[in-house]
């Protein structure tokens, strides 16, 4: 009589990237409250948030620290309920740390260490950063080198990590981002190797919203982040019959983070027209399952 086969598990453990429920929280369908009891009912143990849904919410006490205070209670006592594990904040709009001017910068620096500390309250192991400003090469690599080491050092007094996604412009060419990296030589400053966002140039110099004219090979883009990645984020736009993703090679991806010798999170971030969000996400999450399966 054969041995039944042992149920393996996937080479990693899925997240939930908040991002892909924006809709329905900017619709105000989903209170941003209830991240933590969406993500468990769709099965992830892992939830990465993003600051800017949070918005309305921290301008409702007129003083910022309770505001802030307030949210971060409710948000840990949900997680808790849900046994769920916080991990990241995806952190925008609190100004560019690479941009040229070094007062500016600064400021970028004080403004992201809010974050800082609502991620180690919640017990997240990191803040995801942008790395926008300038958009010249040599001065980008100086800039960003200030702004992520002078983070990092905060970061690292609250036992954070600062993470860099791959976002679009220059922090989308992921050999300059690596050699960014190298020059910060931080143990707590990383990247979060994101599937999709590749994008270098886009029409009328736009930063979103318009067509992308320049594009860096996403597949060598993953695998050039991947020796300094604290995260991984799996996004998808749609899908075809079978349940594949239309825009990229899910099989070669996870390849590429399984060489790579991670075993972390993957973050799952539908950002697709065709599927509702719980559906996108849905389809997402069980691509990633199937696919784990045949690698191990």
């Not at 086969?5 to 941003?32: C, N, R, V, Y």
């Not at 926008?132 to 001065?139: A, I, K, V």
């Not at 020059?183 to 930063?207: H, I, S």
């Not at 239309?246 to 983070?257: A, G, P, R, S």
Request: aromatic content about 8%; overall charge negative.
């Amino acid at each position: 009589m054969e041995a039944p086969q042992k149920e393996t598990k996937p080479f990693f453990k899925l997240s939930l990237a908040q991002w892909s429920l924006h809709k329905a929280i900017h619709s105000g369908e989903m209170d941003p409250k209830d991240f933590a009891a969406k993500a468990k009912e769709l099965g992830f143990e892992g939830l990465e948030y993003v600051s800017q849904l949070y918005n309305d919410e921290l301008k409702k006490n007129p003083d910022p620290q309770k505001a802030m205070q307030q949210l971060l209670e409710t948000l840990k006592s949900k997680s808790e309920e849900y046994t769920i594990q916080n991990l990241i904040i995806m952190v925008d709009g609190e100004g560019d740390l690479a941009v040229i001017d070094e007062k500016e910068r600064d400021q970028a620096v004080e403004n992201h260490k809010k974050w800082v500390d609502a991620a180690q309250f919640l017990g997240c192991h990191s803040i995801r950063v942008n790395l926008f400003g300038t958009n010249d090469p040599n001065q980008w690599l100086k800039v960003a080198t200030d702004g992520l080491s002078k983070l990092s050092d905060y970061a690292a007094t609250k036992n954070i990590n600062v993470i860099v996604e791959n976002h679009g412009y220059l922090s989308s060419n992921a050999k300059l981002l690596a050699e960014v990296m190298k020059n910060v030589n931080k143990p707590n400053c990383g990247t979060l190797p994101d599937f999709g966002n590749f994008c270098l140039e886009r029409e009328g110099e736009k930063r979103w919203g318009a067509k992308c004219v320049k594009e860096y090979d996403k597949y060598l883009g993953v695998e050039e982040m991947m020796p300094y990645a604290k995260a991984v984020s799996a996004k998808s736009y749609d899908f075809d019959s079978e349940g594949n993703e239309t825009k990229i090679d899910y099989k070669k991806m996870l390849e590429i983070v399984k060489e790579s010798g991670y075993t972390g999170f993957i973050g799952v971030e539908y950002e697709g027209e065709q599927l509702g969000e719980i559906e996108g996400i849905a389809a997402t999450r069980d691509l990633l399952i199937r696919i784990a399966k045949q690698l191990n």
